[in-house]
């Protein structure tokens, strides 16, 4: 089948057909991800936690999210490869572009940034330079050292206000994609609602125009405490992993995962 492109993802959104995301960081599950049907595969600077075994994703450098952007490139050929443009490589419209362009050469098709109205001069260069742009907001793991802790964001009704009025300014901008993080159900919906490119979420209800989940967390490799509602161990149901993966697509396209409880 033919490769996922970015008028393919509006094209769904206005389908109503929903969008499978899973972050990869190598070869041989970016295998798994396209012989599961996964439509965007997200090279994410969550490897910085999966991967490399730190607390926060803040460390990740642009050299390290080249190298995988590759590895995983080399494993896939039909689903989209989106990547996190890492911490403080995108300050300035110049440096985004620059840190965007490496990303790029190494196989990415679309750069992911985090925040709202403070990146859409950005935006806009990136996009000026024909580079898609997917947006990031409600819980924003770069700015971890600023929150103190990972919680749900948007839950009073300014801040609901404010990241409603982001999603647009950055559709405006000219975002292809936006990821909606740990945010209420109900604001992920009205932005979904609101805006023309497509939602994905993660702990940001049923009502996106797709989900996103971190590979390790949909099978079952969570070892700090007790992972967040959001998470499903998809391995648990039996079979092997690409089953497993299979089974998160299928869920995702049915509109089952993830259910209310898995909501905030
Ligand atoms: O880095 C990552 O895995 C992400 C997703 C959780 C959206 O940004
Ligand atoms: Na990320």
């Given amino acids: 089948t033919a490769p996922i492109t970015v008028p393919e993802l509006r094209a769904r959104k206005a389908r109503g057909d929903k969008i499978a995301c899973l972050t990869v960081y190598d070869a041989t599950f970016a295998r798994v991800l396209e012989r599961s049907g996964v439509d965007v595969a997200l090279v994410g600077d969550s490897l910085g936690v999966v991967v490399q075994g730190r607390p926060a994703t803040v460390a990740v450098t642009l050299e390290q999210m080249a190298y995988h952007v590759g590895c995983v490139r080399r494993g896939l050929e039909r689903p989209l490869v989106l990547a996190d443009l890492p911490f403080a490589s995108y300050v300035h419209p110049h440096q985004a572009v620059a840190s965007a362009a490496e990303l790029v050469r190494a196989g990415a098709q679309m750069v992911k940034l985090e925040g709202g109205r403070q990146r859409l001069e950005v935006v806009k260069a990136l996009v000026a330079e024909g580079i898609p742009v997917c947006g990031h907001l409600g819980l924003l793991p770069q700015s971890i050292h600023r929150l103190g802790r990972y919680r749900v964001q948007g839950s009073d009704p300014q801040a609901a206000q ?98 209310a409880e898995q909501s905030y």
Avoid: N, S
């Fill in 162 to 259: 404010r990241l409603l009025e982001d999603a647009c300014l950055l559709e405006e901008a000219g975002v292809d994609l936006l990821v909606l993080e740990c945010i209420p159900a109900t604001l992920a919906e009205a932005v979904t609602a609101e805006v023309a490119v497509p939602t994905i979420g993660i702990g940001a209800g049923p009502h996106c125009d797709g989900q996103v989940l971190v590979l390790h967390d949909l099978l079952g490799l969570w070892f700090e405490g007790r992972p967040p509602r959001f998470v499903q161990d998809f391995l648990a149901a039996g079979g092997g992993i690409e089953e497993a993966v299979r089974a998160y697509v299928e869920a995702v396209r049915q509109g089952r995962f993830p259910t």
